[in-house]
């Protein structure tokens, strides 16, 4: 009987990589089959070999235009913001135990919002345009310093919440009362645009900003995977097995500020891809924590490309705004979560 067991044993964590495997693989397909959809959809029709003279041969007329700097960068920048924040909602569900959990939860996605409407209000736009994602960064890193000295001094991961949400109303009241006090209606109208959220009219350099912070924020989210798999058991078990839980708390926190700070810092608020993509995705990976995180920002890039393809294909006089649909479709779901999960986290 010992050796059936310990003969059959091994291939229960084989099949389950083989099955996270063919997930990955299906949604990398997935994802490079829109990608390339994406490059035919929008307002100016494309044929296949205007498309593949654009990127193989340059060009500058207008057609190489449109492929070249309009659309992939969205295209990219899709791929970049929208597996960022499901990464971080994937490790942030994992770390505090609680399917509800996602990253604007800490306030890190507010600050972020604030820091750039800041700058909107301030006139600083006229100075670079540089400096709109350059303060929605510092609004991030301000939201990060208050959360990681909390975690430094190990607090509870109520606590955590409990700051993220104190953030997020701080931030809100500020970004109201700029808001209330701008000094035009067009500096109203600049601010409510970046607040919605979206991909359009972005370009390479907006990237080439972003994708640093993203870089350093997956690292730190991925490097926890093993850590989060222990604390499936509870705290003090994953203690007892060496875990770390401030360090691993930082290391969240941290990365899960730099991919959404990064994120919002180029694309505005954009809302519910982290809280929706990790629980679709969950029941195909044996609920492991580990196991969920390239799945989730596959996932997540998947779904915020289709969105925006969607608002190229609605007919309408000026397009929808990305942060508004993705909050549409989400918000009907957080509420089926909390029927759901009621009882279960009271």
């Known amino acids: 009987m010992t050796a059936v067991v310990s003969a059959t044993h091994p291939s229960r964590p084989l099949a389950r990589l083989l099955a996270e495997n063919r997930l990955s693989a299906a949604l990398l397909a997935a994802l490079l089959a829109v990608s390339l959809a994406a490059l035919f959809i929008g307002y100016v029709p494309l044929s296949g070999s205007t498309i593949l003279r654009a990127l193989l041969d340059g060009g500058a007329d207008s057609d190489a235009v449109i492929v070249r700097d309009i659309r992939l960068p969205r295209i990219v920048l899709a791929w970049a913001v929208g597996g960022s924040l499901a990464l971080a909602g994937a490790c942030l569900q994992s770390l505090l135990r609680n399917p509800l959990a996602e990253p604007g939860l800490l306030g890190v996605s507010a600050s972020a919002s604030l820091g750039a409407v800041l700058t909107l209000y301030f006139g600083l736009t006229a100075l670079s345009t540089w400096l709109l994602p350059l303060g929605a960064m510092l609004g991030a890193a301000l939201a990060t310093t208050a959360l990681y000295a909390l975690a430094r001094h190990r607090a509870s991961t109520l606590t955590l919440i409990l700051a993220g949400v104190a953030l997020s109303s701080l931030a809100a009241a500020c970004t109201s009362l700029a808001l209330n006090l701008a000094p035009t209606p067009f500096d109203v109208n600049d601010m409510v645009l970046w607040l919605l959220g979206s991909l359009k009219d972005r370009s390479f350099g ?105 608002l190229r294909l609605i007919k309408t006089d000026q397009e929808l705004m990305l942060g508004v649909v993705t909050a549409l479709l989400g918000a009907p779901f957080f509420l089926w979560l909390i029927v759901r999960s009621r009882g279960r986290y009271a």
């Open 206 to 310: 907006d990237l080439q900003l972003c994708l640093p912070f993203m870089l350093a924020g997956w690292c730190l989210l991925f490097g926890s995977g093993r850590a989060l798999d222990t604390l499936t058991l509870d705290e003090d078990s994953a203690r007892s097995l060496g875990v770390d839980l401030p360090r691993l708390r930082a290391r969240i926190i941290l990365g899960t500020a730099l991919c959404v700070g990064a994120g919002v810092a180029v694309a505005g608020a954009i809302g519910f891809i982290g809280l929706v993509v990790p629980h679709m995705v969950r029941p195909w990976v044996g609920h492991r924590p580990r196991a969920l995180l390239l799945p989730s920002a596959l996932g997540g890039a998947l779904l915020l490309l289709l969105a925006d393809i969607a």
